[in-house]
């Protein structure tokens, strides 16, 4: 999630969200076997990943961005004048991720998962 707890416009260096880039993340995982990568393994591959368009995650102070877990995203530069106040707390999953085999279904992450590696 991002939670935004100040206004953040244009110039407050909002989170830059590659749109569709959980696609990506998700078939260069599943290269990986049970073993996956780090997140610093992970993130040494990202500048190979394919350009997506960027979004920028503004809006009113309480404003939720509830992202999917692969979801590349980065900072920018401030360029306003009032302070941007911002957290990223998880929102964690109630059972373990599954993808494949699931007797009860898939959860929407789980299910965007599913979709790119179609």
């Known amino acids: 999630m991002l939670v935004l707890y ?16 959980h696609i990506d993340v998700a ?3 599943s290269k ?7 997140f610093m393994e ?7 990943l394919p ?3 960027e979004v920028y995650a503004t809006g009113k102070a309480g404003t939720v961005y ?19 106040f911002m957290a990223q707390p998880p929102l964690l ?12 279904g898939y959860t929407p992450v789980e299910q965007a998962i599913r979709l790119a590696l179609e």
């Open 32 to 38: 990986q076997g049970d073993f996956g990568l780090s």
């Open 66 to 84: 509830l992202c999917h877990p692969f979801i590349v995203h980065s900072a920018q530069p401030h360029r306003g004048t009032i302070p941007k």
């Open 51 to 53: 350009k997506r368009r």
């Open 6 to 21: 100040s206004d953040v416009s244009e110039n407050d260096a909002p989170t830059i969200i590659y749109e569709g880039s």
């Open 93 to 104: 999953l109630r059972g373990e991720l599954s993808i494949s085999d699931s007797a009860v």
């Open 42 to 48: 992970l993130a040494s591959k990202l500048d190979k």
């Open 27 to 29: 078939k260069l995982l």
